[in-house]
């Protein structure tokens, strides 16, 4: 069972994740307006991520006999001038995310609960990634500068991202 602190805490972090997702959605719509279809669609398949990051909670809330709460998702940016603006703002967002799961690790620890801080495992090593990709891309976009070529190249490498679905999930009912 569940401590209604750490209950409240992931639920929290159910609205952390969705309003991540609904960051990444409104960067995707903004490239995909600017132009710049793989930038769009980089950010929609991270928009399914957080969606999945969501959903993980959610399916863990139940499997200890909590009970989710979904609350109002706040508002949004609308608008980022370059690609790079865009990935700057990821980076610094996901670090944020990051130092919430590392409080929820140390929630859990001390209340001795020791399958949250199992299942939130996952979401450690996941921030590394999400921290990681988004300082590649800051890289790249950094480099090619204002390179009309560069920015074409690049573009049709992130319209190659595919989404999967996030292990968690696809193992979940085994
Ligand atoms: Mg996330």
């Given at each position: ?58 399916n ?25 603006d ?6 610094e ?38 921290e ?43």
């Amino acid at each position: 069972m569940l401590s209604k602190k750490m209950e409240d805490a992931l639920n929290e972090q159910i609205n952390a994740e969705l309003w991540s997702a609904y960051l990444y959605l409104s960067m995707g719509m903004n490239f995909e307006a600017a132009g710049r279809p793989g930038i769009a669609n980089w950010f929609k398949v991270q928009f399914k991520e957080e969606q999945d990051h969501a959903l993980i909670f959610m399916n863990y809330i139940n499997s200890r006999g909590g009970k989710v709460v979904l609350k109002p998702i706040a508002e949004v940016p609308v608008k980022w001038d370059t690609p790079l603006d865009a990935f700057v703002a990821t980076l610094e967002h996901e670090r944020k995310v990051t130092s919430l799961i590392n409080n929820l690790f140390a929630l859990a620890e001390e209340e001795k609960d020791y399958a949250t801080r199992e299942n939130l495992k996952w979401f450690v090593t996941e921030q590394v990634e999400v921290e990681e990709n988004a300082q590649v891309l800051i890289d790249k976009f950094r480099l090619i500068g204002d390179n009309g070529m560069g920015h074409y190249m690049l573009d049709q490498e992130l319209a190659a991202r595919v989404y999967t679905v996030a292990a968690p999930l696809a193992t979940a009912g085994e």
